[in-house]
């Protein structure tokens, strides 16, 4: 079963940046998808980003324009870098893994983000 480790969350003011970081513990070159979901308390967990193997994207409407999700196959890694930042997009993101279409995803262990004044 495949490791994802995130960073990059943390405490920013409204309007600000930050770039999550998602390292997988093997390869990511045949992976079928990847990307981020976020959940808050009380509520289901949604997708905001993904990126196939192919390097086609796909954003939640809330976050386009504004998130930017990509891949670097040499470093195993997927990023999702979000600008302009507003107070509902506090919660926990978590990284995911498809390793084929029809698969059960594999999950990291979430990281915070947190937006406010």
């Known amino acids: 079963q495949v490791q994802l480790v995130e960073s990059g969350g943390g405490l920013v003011q409204p309007g600000g940046s930050l770039r999550l970081s998602c390292a997988a513990s093997r390869s990511i070159f045949r992976v079928y998808s990847m990307g981020w979901y976020r959940q808050v308390p009380g509520k289901q967990r949604d997708l905001v980003a993904s990126?196939?193997?192919?390097?086609?994207?796909n954003y939640a409407d809330s976050v386009k324009g504004r998130f930017t999700i990509s891949r670097d196959g040499a470093k195993d890694t997927v990023y999702l870098q979000m600008n302009s930042l507003k107070p509902e997009d506090t919660a926990v993101y978590y990284c995911?893994?498809?390793?084929?279409?029809?698969?059960?995803?594999?999950w990291g262990q979430g990281t915070q983000v947190t937006v406010s004044s």
């Open positions: 995911y893994q498809l390793l084929r279409a029809y698969s059960d995803p594999d």
């Open positions: 990126i196939t193997s192919g390097g086609s994207t």
